[in-house]
């Protein structure tokens, strides 16, 4: 079987960093994709990893750690509309595709 | 370009009926498309994976015979749901890779309400 855990909840403040953290636990890893998800709308892509590191994209970075079974998420210079919901999803060989429970942020003024 | 089209984005229907949902990739060839189930602050459910041409792969617990997908082109799949009870409501996604390789591209979504 398969396990994706994210913090359900985080909270920061605008013009702020915030490290939304992802871990793992899967067979057959074949790369981890962020997706940015705001109410009642569809899943917008944010970034792939599929090789340890950090893949840096604007304001936002990923980081994956394959020995760890770890990724996270930095977004930078916090603006209210990053106000969302943040889906790691873990893809494996044979197109298993997996979303974790996703992490609600809330940028404050 | 990866634009992936959904429709309708809304639906009301009787209990009982069926209602279908169409999603079109707009500007790529979709090798394979995905459909999703969303209840209210929850992640998304993978219901199954289609490839062109052939049958879809349901996950554990999906019932084929209730949700039908069929994968006819490159550019299109659509899901029905058939005779929809009031425990089918529920917001449905589609993607749809195959242009940067795995990276799925979504639907707008489908908000189905059954009365």
């Known amino acids: 079987g398969q396990n994706i855990d994210q913090p359900t909840e985080m909270t920061a403040t605008e013009g702020a960093i915030v490290q939304i953290n992802c871990t793992y636990q899967t067979s057959g890893f074949n790369g981890l994709f962020w997706y940015q998800q705001h109410a009642g709308e569809a899943p917008t892509f944010l970034s792939y990893n599929v090789l340890d590191g950090l893949e840096e994209k604007g304001r936002f970075s990923s980081f994956l750690s394959r020995s760890k079974g770890y990724s996270y998420l930095l977004l930078k210079e916090l603006q209210m509309k990053d106000s969302a919901s943040y889906l790691c999803a873990v893809w494996n060989y044979g197109q298993n595709f997996v979303f974790g429970p996703g992490t609600r942020l809330s940028v404050l003024p | 370009g990866a634009v992936v089209s959904q429709h309708p984005s809304r639906v009301i229907c009787k209990s009982g009926t069926s209602v279908k949902i169409e999603c079109r990739s707009l500007?790529?060839?979709?090798?394979?498309m995905f459909w999703y189930r969303q209840f209210p602050k929850q992640s998304l459910m993978l219901m199954a994976t289609?490839?062109?041409?052939?049958?879809?792969?349901?996950e554990q617990g999906v019932e084929k015979d209730k949700f039908l997908i069929n994968h006819a082109s490159l550019t299109l799949s659509t899901l029905t749901v058939t005779s929809a009870h009031p425990e089918d409501s529920s917001f449905y996604i589609c993607?749809?890779?195959?242009?940067?390789?795995?990276?799925?591209?979504f639907g707008a979504g489908t908000r189905l309400s059954v009365l």
């Open positions: 500007d790529f060839q979709a090798t394979t």
């Open positions: 993607s749809a890779s195959g242009l940067s390789g795995n990276i799925q591209y």
């Open positions: 289609s490839n062109e041409g052939s049958k879809a792969t349901y």
